[in-house]
């Protein structure tokens, strides 16, 4: 089995942790596991293969890592590890066979990320830091162009090869058709509203997980552009990240724009912080004149106007009100998965990653989760570029957005990647 080496604080005083490292003689890991989940994202989803790719480049970095003779982790990764224990206890909750599937894709989801984090962090020598924020680049950049298909054609679904591979008994199921033949986009069309709303969604099979994926990207994006030196490329981030706008407006997610105002904010607050007005300023005014050009081109009154049509608010308070009220009645291991009020005609669990954490897993679950995100901030407090602020507001967005979103994998990958980076900086001294 391999050697698990925790590092704490007291050993980081006394001696540089890279010296420390370079002791235990540890054979590379190879780079080309996390290059698919990533450089590889559009192909993936194409193929049909988003449920079943990750568990697979999960297993095979489990291997590769089984196989090296010691790994290293940081502090709040052992909170992860907790969570994906707890998680699994919780299957004694379940009450028929028939939920394990439900419970079962909510716990690969915590347990593949948490592999990828921990791969990431031990291979350092194949994986540089730049290389795995290009990766999400790459990811959001997919995002953005499957949000302008999802645009200019809202009605298509596009036809996968797993499509032809899967019984027709499992693509009569909604959710798995989403997956292996996805829409483009959602077509709403509340009653009384004058047309329909057309919300991009691919390349996930709902616009609220589109914007998640944008809330969390885009701020790596960010990261990049204060990273880089080229003006060329600044040029080229600065018309995509405008070009960005567009789809994203056109998911009508509220909570996504209070994300990506919350990371502003944060950025802007820590530079201020650190005395370095010109990006404070700089930051307020790009703020201010995004906030203003949301308002003056009708974008703001478009997101708004869907609620006078949709009282998505008022259900989904109902629904957090049952979900707490039958939490507290299995508050420890919750009920392992979701399950349907046929008064509000939703599933409790869902609707937000907090209520999913809380209902399927219990206050205990959804505690160590809290324990792991505040952890996470803590111990990374002390980035000093602006690179490293952007990355850092991630676990911050985190808590302003699970309310609203669920965590699908790509958008826990993108949170627990970036923590790692962070970690793996700060270990090694890399300066983010």
């Not at 080309?32 to 095979?60: D, R, S």
């Not at 490329?233 to 009508?252: M, N």
């Not at 970036?418 to 900086?425: F, Q, T």
């Amino acid at each position: 089995m391999p050697q698990t080496v925790f590092i704490s604080r007291s050993q980081l005083r006394k001696a540089r942790l890279a010296d420390e490292v370079a002791n235990y003689r540890l054979a590379p890991l190879p780079a080309w596991p996390l290059w698919v989940l990533l450089y590889a994202f559009p192909v993936i989803w194409a193929m049909g293969l988003m449920q079943f790719a990750p568990t697979l480049l999960a297993a095979v970095m489990l291997m590769y890592m089984y196989l090296r003779r010691s790994i290293i982790t940081f502090g709040p990764q052992w909170l992860w590890m907790a969570l994906i224990a707890w998680c699994l206890l919780c299957v004694v909750a379940l009450d028929s066979p028939s939920q394990f599937l439900g419970w079962a894709l909510r716990f690969i989801n915590i347990f593949n990320v948490g592999v990828y984090s921990l791969y990431f962090l031990n291979a350092r020598e194949k994986i540089s830091n730049q290389s795995m924020l290009g990766g999400l680049f790459v990811v959001w950049l997919t995002v953005v162009v499957m949000g302008y298909m999802g645009i200019f054609f809202p009605e298509a679904r596009l036809i996968t090869p797993m499509s032809y591979v899967l019984p027709d008994s499992l693509t009569r199921n909604e959710l798995v058709r989403d997956y292996v033949m996805p829409p483009m986009a959602e077509v709403q069309m509340p009653w009384g509203a004058p047309k329909p709303y057309i919300r991009p969604s691919a390349p996930f099979p709902y616009a609220n997980s589109w914007g998640l994926a944008y809330t969390f990207l885009t701020p790596v994006v960010m990261a990049i552009y204060a990273a880089v030196l080229s003006w060329r490329i600044r040029a080229v981030l600065t018309v995509l990240l405008c070009a960005s706008v567009v789809p994203a407006i056109a998911t009508s997610n509220r909570a996504m724009f209070i994300g990506l105002g919350v990371s502003a904010s944060y950025v802007i607050f820590r530079q201020a912080l650190k005395g370095r007005w010109v990006g404070a300023i700089s930051g307020i005014l790009i703020f201010g004149g995004a906030a203003l050009y949301m308002w003056l081109s009708g974008a703001a009154t478009q997101i708004l106007g869907r609620q006078e049509y949709s009282d998505s608010t008022g259900g989904r308070l109902a629904l957090y009100e049952a979900t707490w009220e039958a939490t507290l009645k299995s508050p420890f291991i919750g009920y392992g998965t979701s399950k349907m009020n046929y008064e509000i005609g939703v599933s409790m669990g869902t609707q937000g990653y907090m209520w999913a954490l809380m209902f399927c897993f219990g206050l205990v679950g959804l505690g160590i989760f809290l324990l792991f995100i505040g952890f996470s901030i803590a111990s990374t407090w002390r980035v000093q570029s602006s690179a490293g602020m952007w990355v850092h507001s991630l676990p911050i967005v985190t808590l302003s957005v699970f309310a609203f979103y669920s965590l699908d994998i790509m958008q826990l990958s993108t949170l627990m990647l970036c923590i790692s980076l962070m970690m793996r900086s700060k270990i090694y001294g890399e300066g983010l």
